[in-house]
């Protein structure tokens, strides 16, 4: 693909609900990792991904945040019970290799009212 | 833990001039990554330069250059020729354990007409 994408780019939620966040990596990138952004801040890692396997989850702020990424490719961040503290941009990146540069989407934008 | 740190939250150059934005890091390790995004309004994080620890040579794109000095372990971004469209929010970033990215709090360029 020319790039990766993530969907949605923007989603309200009521405190509580569930939300799903996905992200397309770059074709054939190995390496997929998601960061959280709060406003004025800079990106904070949440978790990485070779393949399918889920190597590093050393971010995940709560038992309520979950990753996968099944067959390798897209991704899918899911948040349960959502609070107001989980608002922020969620950015998705990838990589060639996990040692080679990551190209970041355009980030979701999650307000949690 | 790796840390980065950019002291400057704000700068402003004049279009056409030069502008220096600073970054510096704690690490123990001997070989790793820098790296500084670019985060237009659109939060799309565009890299801007790469540099690894092991080439002494400064890496250079256009008109974007660096200046790193490994043993006071700083990584300043020089910006020539500046551009309207240059202006961003800018971020340091290292890549820790050849995985997560950590980033410095972010500088806002402004350009003036």
């Known amino acids: 693909g020319a790039g990766v994408s993530q969907s949605p780019r923007y989603k309200v939620a009521k405190r509580g609900q569930d939300v799903a966040l996905r992200c397309d990596p770059i074709?054939?990138?190995?390496?997929l990792f998601w960061y959280q952004q709060a406003l004025g801040q800079g990106p904070e890692f949440l978790t990485y991904f070779q393949n399918e396997a889920q190597l590093d989850k050393s971010g995940l702020p709560s038992d309520r945040f979950f990753a996968e990424r099944p067959e390798g490719s897209v991704s899918t961040l899911k948040i349960q019970r959502t609070q107001q503290e989980d608002s922020a941009v969620y950015l998705c990146?990838?990589?060639?290799?996990?040692?080679?540069?990551?190209?970041f989407g355009p980030g979701t934008r999650l307000l949690v009212l | 833990a790796q840390t980065v740190t950019q002291s400057q939250p704000e700068m402003s150059v004049q279009e056409a001039e030069t502008v220096t934005l600073s970054c510096t890091y704690d690490t123990s390790e001997s070989d790793y990554y820098l790296f500084w995004y670019k985060q237009p309004p659109s939060r799309q994080m565009i890299l801007v330069i790469r540099q690894e620890a092991y080439k002494q040579q400064n890496a250079t794109e256009n008109r974007f250059s660096v200046n790193f000095q490994k043993a006071a372990k700083s990584f300043s971004l020089k910006i020539s020729d500046s551009q309207l469209g240059d202006a961003a929010m800018y971020f340091c970033a290292y890549l820790w354990g050849a995985q997560k990215l950590v980033f410095g709090q972010g500088t806002r360029l402004t350009i003036n007409p």
């Open positions: 074709s054939g990138h190995v390496s």
């Open positions: 990146a990838s990589s060639s290799t996990r040692t080679e540069t990551q190209y």
